[in-house]
Every structure is written in C-alpha cells, then in structure tokens.
C-alpha cells in the first residue's frame, strides 16, 4: 500500500504545492521563502521520517500570515491524503521532546475530529522574521487539515527558538509512531465505529 500524496493549493494569496510519503525516511526539499518556517519543516520531515517536498510562493511582501497558515493546510491536507482510510495504524501518539533547557509534550490522535491544545508561551514577538503568535497559526491550520486532535503542551523553558523547534519535534515524533502501520491489526481501521 503506497501512502504518497501531492496537494495543490492555489489562493490569490499563495501557491503551494506539496508531495508526502509516510513511509519515508526523512527526505526534504522544503522553500516558503521564510527561513525559520523552513527550518521548523525541516525539522518535522526529519524526526517523522515524512518525506516531504514543499514549495510555497506568497505574498510576504504584506507579511508572513497568509504563506505561514497556507503551508500548514496544505501539508496538513497532504498527510491526511496519503493516510488514506487509516488501516492499521496505532492512531495515538505522545512524546516528550527536551532541547537543552527546554521540555515540550505533543500528544495526538488522529481522529477525523481536528483540535489544537496550545499550551506555549514565548517571550519573544519575532524569531527570525516570523512573529511568533504565527506558530499557533500554523499548528491550528496543520490540525484542522489534517483531522488531527492535537495538544502541544511547553512544560518549561526559557529560549523561544528552543521551545518552538521542540514543538515541531514533539509533533514529528508524535507523528512517526502514530501513523506507524502496527502489524497485528493492518487491514483494520483503530475505531469501534469502523471509520475514522
């Protein structure tokens, strides 16, 4: 069963175009003209082992909103795609990620019923050229496209970059495991309802 997927996403805004595999190893080619955004989405292909392959054109000449919110759908919309009907998968996930000083917990459930938790307090406005209230943007739209239920929770720290990079890579990790295919129940879908 091949989980590949590509998405196109195309808005007076922006241009995105996305290709996944769930079953990668961690390959990334990933440009949104946004340095940090791209070191973030580096990070989650890496530590999920989702290869992933994005191009984002948008209108950053007005701010970083739009192409911020955008790639998180469009990826979001693209793992949801490749998961297909969810077969086999173990479905929950939770990691604790530390970076230095830094601890994050994401936990998830890929459910169809999209929620974010958001639980992280940064005492910076920007990092690199993002305002930092643009994160939770991003991990909302993820969650929503995704139908993921997903709570991202710093438990402590002082460094924002720490904190958010640990947020991506709780959620890679929470990923990996959760749309991990568990051998014992492959050809089943994980719900008492028979669909997700």
């Given at each position: ?37 791209d ?57 604790i ?11 998830l ?18 990092l ?12 909302q739209?993820?969650?929503?496209a995704a ?16 904190k ?33």
């Amino acid at each position: 069963m091949s989980r590949k997927a590509k998405i196109l996403r195309k808005t007076k805004e922006t241009n995105i175009s996305v290709a996944v595999n769930l079953d990668g190893k961690g390959k990334y080619s990933i440009k949104t003209n946004i340095g940090f955004l791209d070191h973030m989405l580096e990070q989650l292909s890496k530590h999920s082992l989702i290869d992933i392959n994005l191009l984002a054109k948008g209108d950053t000449h007005i701010d970083l909103h739009h192409t911020t919110e955008d790639t998180g759908i469009a990826l979001g919309e693209a793992i949801k795609k490749a998961a297909g009907n969810r077969k086999g998968i173990k479905r929950y996930a939770s990691s604790i990620i530390p970076m230095d000083e830094t601890l994050t917990r994401a936990s998830l459930d890929i459910s169809n019923r999209p929620y974010l938790i958001w639980k992280v307090n940064l005492k910076v406005e920007k990092l690199g050229e993002m305002d930092t209230e643009l994160f939770k943007e991003w991990f909302q739209a993820f969650s929503q496209a995704a139908g993921i239920t997903l709570h991202i929770e710093n438990i402590y720290g002082d460094n924002s970059h720490h904190k958010i990079e640990s947020c991506f890579k709780a959620l890679a990790r929470s990923l990996r495991e959760a749309l991990e295919i568990d051998k014992r129940i492959k050809n089943i879908i994980p719900s008492t309802k028979g669909k997700i």
